[in-house]
T-cell receptor, first 108, second 116 residues
Framework: KNEVEQSPQNLTAQEGEFITINCSYS?????LHWLQQHPGGGIVSLFM???GKKKHGRLIATINIQEKHSSLHITASHPRDSAVYIC??????????FGTGTRLQVFP | GAGVSQSPSNKVTEKGKDVELRCDPI?????LYWYRQSLGQGLEFLIY????????KSGLPSDRFSAERTGGSVSTLTIQRTQQEDSAVYLC??????????????FGPGTRLTVT
């Protein structure tokens, strides 16, 4: 069964803290997406990766294929980073299987 | 360029009525996906279209749900005889191509459906 698990479900942080959100998946995937959803907002794709590491501004995503694990890191977190972060695995069927999301709140 | 657009942004309907939700993908994107996000639930796949291939309907929750994609572009998701459990945000996404390659999916803003 294709499954995607995320942790933690909820995360609070003080502005400036380093944040890590974890995602694990059950079987081999083609790629993994990290998505961001602001309250009442749409979904924005942050990264799509199938190996290694990607960086965009203060966001870093890594994936370890052998361990079937990916992490999203936010450096120097800011209140505007408050959102739900969702990892989604792309399996052979070309459709995304989503994790349950991590609700992040960053306080000033 | 323009992103994925969806209409309406909000729809309130009475139980038992039919509704149509529209998605305009990014121009040139051959793959189009419908997803649903129910209150308190995660995102779930509904259906996807890839070029002229038969759509993958494996995620549709019941035969009250159907979708079509005309001319390889605009897609309409139809829900017949709506039920309260159909209340959710319906999201559309498109990507450049899926066969033989891995391409990022771009999401629309969603349609919030409320069935009263």
């Amino acid at each position: 069964k294709n499954e995607v698990e995320q942790s933690p479900q909820n995360l609070t942080a003080q502005e400036g803290e380093f944040i890590t959100i974890n995602c694990s998946y059950s079987v081999g995937i083609s790629a993994l997406h990290w998505l961001q959803q602001h309250p009442g907002g749409g979904i924005v794709s942050l990264f799509m990766l199938s190996s290694g590491k990607k960086k965009h501004g203060r966001l870093i995503a890594t994936i370890n294929i052998q361990e079937k694990h990916s992490s999203l890191h936010i450096t120097a977190s800011h209140p505007r980073d408050s959102a739900v972060y969702i990892c989604a695995a792309l399996y052979n069927t070309d459709k995304l299987i989503f994790g349950t999301g991590t609700r992040l709140q960053v306080f000033p | 360029g323009a992103g994925v657009s969806q209409s309406p942004s909000n729809k309130v309907t009475e139980k038992g009525k039919d509704v149509e939700l529209r998605c305009d993908p990014i121009s040139g994107h051959t793959a189009l996906y419908w997803y649903r996000q129910s209150l308190g639930q995660g995102l779930e796949f509904l259906i996807y279209f890839q070029g002229n291939s038969a759509p993958d309907k494996s995620g549709l929750p019941s035969d009250r749900f159907s979708a079509e994609r005309t001319g390889g572009s605009v897609s309409t998701l139809t829900i017949q005889r709506t039920q309260q459990e159909d209340s959710a945000v319906y999201l559309c996404a498109s990507s450049l191509q899926t066969s033989g390659g891995i391409y990022e999916q771009y999401f629309g803003p969603g349609t919030r459906l409320t069935v009263t």
